[in-house]
């Protein structure tokens, strides 16, 4: 029954109540996350959703979950494709067979995180990938295997300008680890152990002002990344990627730096 169909007395307490009310005693997403959200948003059903028609949706997760959670489709475990081998029956695939945030996620769970299952962190990666997979990388892993979005549980260090990849990624690096660390000074200069690149990191990217100095952002590749407008370690190197830490285009001919560098 939709809430227009009732009587005004329960429209009336419908309305004061808000999403409090919803749901009570009916079994169905009620005032869980996103509340916010109303369910026609994202179900056809709307308010009737039930079981058996929630998986019919008005968009892909992808582009339901992204607008609020933006960082969840760029340095985080691919999704919106299809599985190209089983998985476990824990992990269900949407309706087209595609892994997705509901494969993972329990979108309208109560648990911290709103996981499948109870397996975290290694042991949840391991339940669909082989442990030869992770031993291929050149960190083995490790990086990766926190979670499946990589600023998750990233802590922020107070008086820092830098977005969570980076603090990420300085978790390690700025450890000295076989390549030597990696520092960000307090000018907000990045340095390289080699020493090969050093450059402003933190600051945000002057954007579409007018300037002689670099290209338009809409303008750059979509793989340079600028989380939260800013420039980052992911900016110039892959996130969550088998291939940790490589460029994330070729620089050959400088062609990473003149795209931003419109010199
Ligand atoms: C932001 C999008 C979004 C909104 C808003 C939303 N849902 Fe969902 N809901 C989902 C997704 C995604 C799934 C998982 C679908 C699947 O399994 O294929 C889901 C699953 C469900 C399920 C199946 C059981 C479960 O918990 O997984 C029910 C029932 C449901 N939603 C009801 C509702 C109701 C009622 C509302 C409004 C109060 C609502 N939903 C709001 C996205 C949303
Ligand atoms: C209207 C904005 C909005 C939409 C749409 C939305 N979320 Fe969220 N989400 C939030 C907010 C705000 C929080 C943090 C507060 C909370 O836990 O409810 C959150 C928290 C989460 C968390 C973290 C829970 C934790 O304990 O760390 C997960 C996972 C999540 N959302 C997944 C999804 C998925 C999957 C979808 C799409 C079906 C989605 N969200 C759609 C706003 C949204
Ligand atoms: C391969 C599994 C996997 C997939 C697919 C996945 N997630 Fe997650 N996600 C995780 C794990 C693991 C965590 C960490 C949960 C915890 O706190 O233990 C997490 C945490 C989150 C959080 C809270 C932390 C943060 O980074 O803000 C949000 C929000 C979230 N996921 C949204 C999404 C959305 C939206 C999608 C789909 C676009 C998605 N996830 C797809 C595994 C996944
Ligand atoms: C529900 C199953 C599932 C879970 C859980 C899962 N993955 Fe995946 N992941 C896949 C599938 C399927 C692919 C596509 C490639 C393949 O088939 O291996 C993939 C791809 C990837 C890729 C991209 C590989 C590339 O082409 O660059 C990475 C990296 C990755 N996963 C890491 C992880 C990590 C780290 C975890 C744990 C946080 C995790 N995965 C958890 C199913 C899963
Ligand atoms: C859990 C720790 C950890 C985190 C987090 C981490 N790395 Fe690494 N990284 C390593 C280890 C270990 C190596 C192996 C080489 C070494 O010991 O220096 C490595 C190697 C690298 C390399 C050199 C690759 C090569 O082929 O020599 C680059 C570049 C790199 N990481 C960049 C990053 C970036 C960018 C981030 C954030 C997105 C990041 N790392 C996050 C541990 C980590
Ligand atoms: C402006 C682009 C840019 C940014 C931003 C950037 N890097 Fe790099 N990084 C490079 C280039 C270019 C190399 C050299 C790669 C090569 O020679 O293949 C490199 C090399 C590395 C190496 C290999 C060892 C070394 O010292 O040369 C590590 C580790 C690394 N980066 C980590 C990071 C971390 C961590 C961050 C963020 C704090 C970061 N990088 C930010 C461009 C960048
Ligand atoms: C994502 C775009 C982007 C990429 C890629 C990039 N830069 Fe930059 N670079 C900038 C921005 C923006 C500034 C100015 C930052 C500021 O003033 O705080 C800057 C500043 C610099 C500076 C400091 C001097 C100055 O003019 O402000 C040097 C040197 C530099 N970049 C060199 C490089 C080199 C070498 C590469 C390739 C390895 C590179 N950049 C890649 C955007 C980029």
């Known amino acids: 029954m939709s ?38 948003e994202c ?3 709307g308010t009737d959703t039930n079981r058996t028609n929630a998986a019919q949706l008005t ?22 494709f299809p599985a190209a081998r089983p998985l476990p029956a824990e992990y269900p695939l949407d309706w087209k067979g595609d892994v997705t945030c509901s494969t993972c996620h329990v979108t309208h769970g109560t648990q911290p995180g709103r996981l499948h299952g109870d397996k975290r962190h290694k042991a949840l990666c391991l339940s669909c990938h082989e442990a030869a997979f992770f031993e291929r990388m050149v960190d083995a892993g490790l990086s990766l295997q926190r979670s499946g979005h990589i600023a998750a549980g990233v802590e922020q260090l107070s008086g820092v300008e830098l977005d969570p990849y980076s603090l990420h990624c300085l978790g390690c690096h700025s450890d000295k680890i076989r390549g030597g660390s990696v520092t960000v000074d ?11 690149v050093n450059h402003p990191i933190g600051t945000h990217y002057p954007g579409n002002r007018p300037s002689a100095r670099f290209h338009p952002a809409a303008s750059l590749r979509p793989q340079v990344l600028l989380p939260e407008g800013r420039l980052s370690c992911v900016t ?6 088998e291939t940790h830490g490589a460029l994330v285009m070729s620089n050959h001919g400088s062609a990473l730096c003149l795209e931003c560098h419109d010199i």
């Open 3 to 40: 809430a227009s169909s009732k009587p005004p007395v329960a429209l009336l307490l419908a309305l004061l109540c808000g999403t409090l009310l919803a749901g009570i005693g009916n079994g169905n997403a009620g005032n869980q996350h996103p509340a916010q959200t109303p369910c026609a």
């Open 59 to 80: 968009r892909s997760q992808e582009a339901l979950c992204g607008g609020c959670h933006p960082g969840a489709l760029t340095v985080a475990h691919p999704t919106g």
């Open 43 to 45: 179900h056809l059903a």
């Open 236 to 241: 110039c190197h892959e996130g969550y990627a």
């Open 186 to 196: 307090q000018r907000g200069v990045l340095r390289h152990a080699s020493g090969s």
